[in-house]
């Protein structure tokens, strides 16, 4: 083919590939993500209010005052114009006051700690539909999904009813991660100690993608996981055929999932141990180790324990910490100090 003819090939084949790939950040299936998506579009439009003409403008007078036109206007005493200046302050100040108007309301509106109150746009939620409870751990190098209701969890397989809202409750294991599915909500960061909240909804049917958005290691390229958005009776056979067969997650098969692994393949856990997520999210999934809001209670409490709780339900385990020694109430402070403290002795056995 020709020169011109094969550029224009190409070009119409290029123009035909993009048409038919799905952008899946401006055209999600969730309402969540759709919000997001058409917030993007606006303050890009109001972006380029200025960006194209600025570039347009600069195109214009590189060709208007070229060397070679010689009847080009030359002023070279001019230095100020009301009417430009004007315009250079004026539509800028607007695009800014018009962009944060935007993101404050935005902003409020799609918080991921805020209970939905519509399913897609005219469509509130409807009276009586709970949300559906998802416990989420990222773990080194795949995603633990607790049905805390239903009594079941899968690793790196999500599935969830359409059009009924969905709370997660996000935590990680060990390092900080980055829950995302383009297809449901924006980004959502997980960390060891702490949880996060996400809201959501899926609009249609289909098998969509979730991965971690957030740099943790080696294994952080396969740590991904499908997700399965189904009707309400699919997802309620889903639920029926993951309680009839496979093993169940208690301590020790949770602490042994722990361990750090690479393309971890999909399962389905048939039940789960009461509080395992409470006792992941407070990292003390091991027996041997004080919860976290035990020591904070004894914290709280100024170094003494609370009848009842803190240091004496310790005691009541006689479980020691890691090292194997006993939680023993030690007197730390000075004999000019005020408040006495509890300590972890550490003397050898």
Not at 133 to 140: K, S
Not at 207 to 218: R, V
Not at 256 to 279: H, I, M, Q, T
Request: proline residues 7%.
């Amino acid at each position: 083919m020709p020169k011109l003819p094969r550029v224009t090939w190409l070009l119409s084949a290029l123009f035909a590939l993009t048409g038919c790939a799905r952008t899946v950040v401006l055209d999600p299936s969730g309402d969540v993500a759709r919000q997001q998506g058409d917030l993007i579009v606006v303050a890009t439009a109001l972006m380029l209010i200025v960006i194209v003409p600025v570039i347009a403008l600069t195109l214009w007078f590189a060709w208007r005052y070229r060397a070679s036109n010689k009847t080009a206007p030359y002023t070279p005493d001019w230095d100020h114009s009301t009417q430009l200046e004007l315009v250079i302050w004026a539509v800028p100040l607007l695009i800014i006051i018009a962009l944060g108007a935007i993101t404050w309301i935005t902003t409020h509106t799609l918080d991921p700690y805020r209970p939905l109150d519509r399913l897609a746009k005219g469509r509130p939620v409807p009276t009586g539909i709970a949300p559906l409870e998802v416990q989420v751990v990222a773990l080194d190098w795949k995603w633990l999904f607790i049905y805390p209701r239903e009594g079941v969890a899968t690793v790196n397989e999500l599935a969830l009813p359409v059009d009924r809202p969905v709370r997660f409750l996000l935590t990680s294991s060990s390092v900080m991660n980055a829950f995302y599915i383009p297809e449901l909500a924006g980004m959502i960061y997980t960390m060891p100690g702490m949880q996060t909240e996400l809201n959501a909804v899926a609009n249609q049917s289909g098998n969509f993608e979730g991965f971690s958005s957030n740099y943790s290691g080696a294994g952080f390229s396969h740590m991904r996981f499908r997700v399965r958005a189904t009707d309400a009776a699919g997802f309620d056979a889903w639920v029926q055929e993951a309680r009839a067969g496979g093993e169940r997650l208690d301590r020790a098969r949770y602490l042994a999932l722990e361990k750090p692994s690479e393309r971890e393949p999909a399962r389905v856990f048939a039940g789960v141990d009461n509080g395992l997520y409470d006792a992941i999210l407070n990292r003390c999934v091991d027996p041997r180790r004080m919860c976290m809001h035990e020591m904070m209670a004894i914290d709280a409490a100024g170094g003494r324990p609370a009848a009842g709780s803190g240091l004496a339900v310790l005691q009541d385990r006689s479980r020691g910490d890691l090292r194997g020694r006993p939680f023993v109430p030690s007197q730390t402070c000075s004999a000019d100090a005020v408040r006495p403290a509890w300590t972890l002795a550490l003397s050898a056995p």
